[in-house]
């Protein structure tokens, strides 16, 4: 499991021509898993002329977590990302969240089937705050 904001230095989606002449769409599970991390780690309002795009994560980190706070952000986390990443399908009832107060952590499980090829496959994040 990568720390989060370390996936862009590790596996860049290389490929983002891939399927640019055909459809324009890029279902690489790296270029997948990288549109995640934006999703979840923009805060609502940051982009200018989209501030409806992102997720509430950075709202809550620094609030006290616990099981019911983190089942909160667990559901936002999967909404979120279900809103804005059309080219997958989440397993809701398999996604996990993590709580690692020893040091100071959040851990994030999403398993996720591509919907074009039907590749399986499991977005994991730790974030550190």
């Known amino acids: 499991m990568s720390d989060f904001g370390t996936q862009y230095t590790q596996s860049w989606a290389y490929d983002l021509a891939k399927n640019a002449i ?3 769409e890029v279902y690489d599970v790296d270029a997948i898993e990288q549109s995640i991390e934006n999703i979840i780690s923009t805060i609502f309002g940051e982009r200018l002329f989209f501030s409806e795009f992102g997720s509430s994560l950075s709202f809550v980190l620094f609030e006290n977590v616990d099981a019911r706070s983190a089942e909160f952000i667990l559901d936002n986390v999967i909404d979120s990302v279900k809103r804005w990443e059309k080219r997958i399908t989440i397993s809701s009832k398999d996604c996990r969240l993590n709580i690692d107060s020893d040091n100071n952590s959040l851990s994030f499980t999403l398993p996720y089937t ?9 977005f994991e994040r730790r974030i550190r705050f």
């Open 22 to 24: 055909t459809n324009g």
């Open 114 to 122: 591509i919907n074009t090829s039907n590749i399986k496959n499991v």
